[in-house]
């Protein structure tokens, strides 16, 4: 049976590891079909390609795109996407843009409560203020002693209500969709699991994706719970969804489970990667 992981951040974007890094712990723990999936950004594709294909395995290009529904923030997995399409390049950039103004807006409510320079702190962990994230303020805050993890960090700073919580409106669920298949690529909803939404809202989500052409739901992923598994397994059928999965890995230390360690999907679902002639083991 093939080890599958199409989920997963480097440097480029969130993440703790280069490129070739993630692809070479990938690869150490087991994994065959790899996807590196940076928020809003493929500039690490061709390294992770060139890795990927150096260590022998199969390397799926992708992208995780950040988009506003329902007034909240959720993430669209692109696989399979060609990184030079234009209008994928031209809408990632435009979803980047606004990153430095909500990271100083962020600086500001946390500088209220007694934490001042996070700005700068924050930019040490990514260089690119164009990438700038609640995770890099989140690992600054732990660096400076101020919370013990970058869980807690979110907990008591980062989350809605809390001081350093900055809403950002990021692209439309039909403009995510919309870029992944112009770019020849497979939407698919990313751990449907952490979104706080009523059932009548799912309902309503996961139709609007089917009706722009999104194919795929995270099932098996590092952010939903065992139960939440078979949860979104029925979900996929009964949506008629692909299924796929990945371990939503930034990081050791960072993350809940490693590349390549999650179990296989449930049974009598159709992978994402079924037509994807990839060799079997």
Not at 85 to 97: A, I, M, W, Y
Not at 213 to 225: F, K, L, M, P, Q
Not at 259 to 271: E, Q
Request: aromatic share 8%; net charge negative.
């Amino acid at each position: 049976m093939l080890n599958v992981d199409l989920h997963c951040h480097s440097n480029v974007s969130d993440g703790l590891l280069p490129p070739a890094e993630v692809a070479a712990r990938a690869k150490a723990n087991g994994v065959d079909v790899w996807a590196l999936t940076d928020h809003d950004e493929i500039s690490g594709i061709a390294t992770a390609r060139e890795a990927a294909q150096d260590l022998g395995m199969h390397y799926i290009p992708g992208v995780e795109i950040s988009i506003t529904w329902a007034g909240q923030t959720v993430h669209i997995v692109g696989l399979r996407i060609d990184e030079k399409n234009e209008t994928l390049v031209k809408g990632l950039e435009s979803t980047r843009n606004g990153r430095e103004r909500r990271g100083r807006d962020i600086a500001a409510g946390l500088e209220k409560v007694g934490i001042p320079n996070a700005f700068e702190g924050a930019l040490k962990h990514v260089g690119n203020p164009d990438l700038m994230s609640r995770t890099h303020f989140a690992r600054y805050l732990v660096e400076i002693g101020r919370c013990a993890d970058t869980k807690e960090v979110f907990r008591n700073y980062l989350c809605e209500g809390k001081p350093g919580y900055v809403p950002h409106r990021w692209a439309t669920l039909k403009e995510s969709v919309d870029w992944i298949r112009g770019a020849g690529g497979v939407a698919v909803i990313a751990h449907p699991g952490r979104y706080q939404y009523s059932d009548l809202e799912f309902g309503a989500l996961f139709d609007e994706f089917k009706q722009h052409g999104g194919a795929a739901i995270e099932v098996t992923t590092g952010s939903h719970t065992p139960d939440q598994y078979e949860e979104y397994a029925r979900v996929a059928k009964r949506y008629g969804f692909l299924a796929s999965i990945g371990s939503d890995f930034h990081g050791p230390g960072e993350s809940r489970v490693d590349l390549g360690t999650l179990p296989p999907l449930p049974k009598d679902l159709t992978p994402v990667w079924h037509d994807w002639k990839l060799a079997n083991r």
